[in-house]
């Protein structure tokens, strides 16, 4: 059963549109992450946050912005999207002190199409 | 400059037979070593892990071998089974605590 919820699911919009995608989880998880995908490619870290009022910028520069207003809420938002921005887009999760290795959990994603 | 990688963009294997996805990588300061599964239109979901103390860890039809001094590991799943068919991903974090992914590897288990 998922514990981290992605919503939508699939979004297609026209260029210049401003969009949130959502992504909340019920494991009171203090980390959370988001990742841009496409196919074939590896999953590529674009923002992260350690707990409220903490947000990171990841190793792929990103025109998204991202919020930590709650535990359990951790949106991302495009200003004006773009068709470059088409991708696939995963959020994750883990608890702050976990063991090493310990995995992420990954919501179902959100598969944003620019047209 | 990619530090983990899947040379191997995809695999195909007779149903009932071994499964054996590579990895390789640059940074030997990799402690923690994990495989995620991913089905189309899913978010990855963990497999399983290796600690760079040891050469092996099993679960089940899957085992994840480790050989330091090539930088370079492996996934064996015997026997694939139909549901197997998915694209695996090679990972590590780094001492920032980010995980690093590969490009994957898609598994095609055929009837």
């Known amino acids: 059963e998922a514990d981290i919820y992605q919503t939508p699911r699939y979004l297609v919009i026209g260029t210049g549109k401003k969009i949130t995608l959502e992504c909340s989880q019920t494991m009171g998880h203090d980390k959370m992450y988001w990742y841009q995908q496409d196919p074939g490619m590896e999953l590529h870290l674009i923002h992260y946050s350690y707990g409220v009022n903490s947000t990171e910028k990841g190793d792929l520069s990103s025109e998204s912005t991202v919020s930590r207003i709650r535990t359990e809420h951790f949106p991302l938002t495009l200003e004006s999207a773009r068709p470059s921005h088409t991708s696939q887009y995963l959020c994750a999760s883990s608890e702050y002190r976990q063991a090493p290795g310990s995995p992420l959990h990954f919501g179902n994603g959100t598969r944003l199409t620019v047209t | 400059d990619q530090q983990v990688k899947q040379n191997s963009p995809s695999l195909s294997v007779q149903e009932g037979r071994i499964s054996i996805l590579n990895c390789d990588y640059t940074?030997?300061?990799?402690?923690?070593f994990l495989w995620y599964k991913k089905y189309p239109a899913e978010g990855p979901t963990f497999l399983i892990s290796i600690s760079s103390i040891k050469d092996k860890n099993e679960d089940g039809r899957f085992t994840v071998f480790l050989n330091k001094s090539a930088k370079h590991l492996s996934l064996h799943i015997v026997p694939s089974q139909p549901g197997d068919s998915a694209v695996y991903f090679c990972a590590a974090p780094n001492r920032d605590d980010k995980i690093i992914f590969g490009k994957g590897t898609r598994l095609h288990i055929l009837p």
């Open positions: 940074n030997s300061m990799f402690d923690y």
